[in-house]
């Protein structure tokens, strides 16, 4: 089980968002971090805890390993206010995505 | 450019089947290391994770779905179907598929193909 905390973060742009992810089990450093905007797919942002998928800009940062993980947001900009998910692929019989931090305009 | 596009039915009614075909490019699934998934998302619900097929043909499904599930590849490599059995209200969703990538992560996705089932 996955469990994202907070539920929503108001944050203004300029500012640094930090989303927190915990895992009921370790699960090294088998997750992912993904945005989704309204009426499009999950993007891909980090994978393996803390490395940027291609294309990602560097005010996106991952870190933790085992069960507790932050996604960091430095400098917000307007195109980041969006849904992050996290997701574990630790055990493939039970990868399971993170129920979402909305991250909205304070 | 790797690119994935979701095709099926928009409308299922209870019981019926599912068959969501996954055609891509930018890559084929004969070639050792590549990997596809599925992935469902009710309205207003988190991404949930249905099934993976590798190229060398192992399969991997969701473990509460397992018994509604079957992933294939075709002959091209280019496609991928999914076929979801006795579909009910509850599996009314946005269905992905998407191409899983060297880190193990679901790299790039399909647009999606919503699946409403009702009666």
């Known amino acids: 089980v996955m469990t994202q905390s907070p539920a929503t973060l108001s944050v203004s742009p300029g500012e640094k968002a930090t989303l927190s992810c915990r895992a009921s089990q370790n699960i090294g450093p088998n997750l992912a971090w993904y945005q989704q905007k309204p009426g499009q797919a999950p993007r891909l942002l980090i994978y393996g805890a803390s490395t940027r998928a291609a294309g990602v800009p560097d005010r996106f940062s991952g870190s933790g390993s085992g069960t507790e993980f932050t996604l960091t947001i430095s400098n917000l900009q307007s195109e980041d206010f969006a849904v992050y998910y996290c997701?574990?692929?630790?055990?493939?019989?039970?990868?399971?995505f993170g129920p979402g931090t909305t991250v909205d305009f304070k | 450019q790797v690119t994935l596009k979701e095709s099926g039915p928009a409308l299922l009614k209870p019981t019926e089947t599912l068959t969501m075909t996954c055609s891509f490019s930018?890559?084929?699934?004969?070639?050792?290391?590549?990997?596809v998934g599925w992935v469902r998302q009710p309205p207003g619900q988190a991404p949930e994770w249905l099934a993976r097929?590798?190229?060398?043909?192992?399969?991997f499904y969701s473990s509460g779905l397992k018994s509604r599930l079957t992933i294939s590849k075709d002959n091209s490599g280019a496609q991928v179907v999914l076929t979801m059995t006795n579909m009910n209200p509850v599996d009314t969703a946005t269905y992905y598929c998407a191409q899983i990538g060297w880190g193990n992560a679901f790299d790039v996705w399909g647009q999606g193909t919503m699946v409403t089932v009702s009666s």
């Open positions: 997701q574990q692929y630790n055990n493939w019989v039970l990868v399971t």
């Open positions: 930018g890559f084929s699934l004969w070639t050792a290391g590549m990997r």
């Open positions: 097929i590798d190229w060398d043909d192992q399969k």
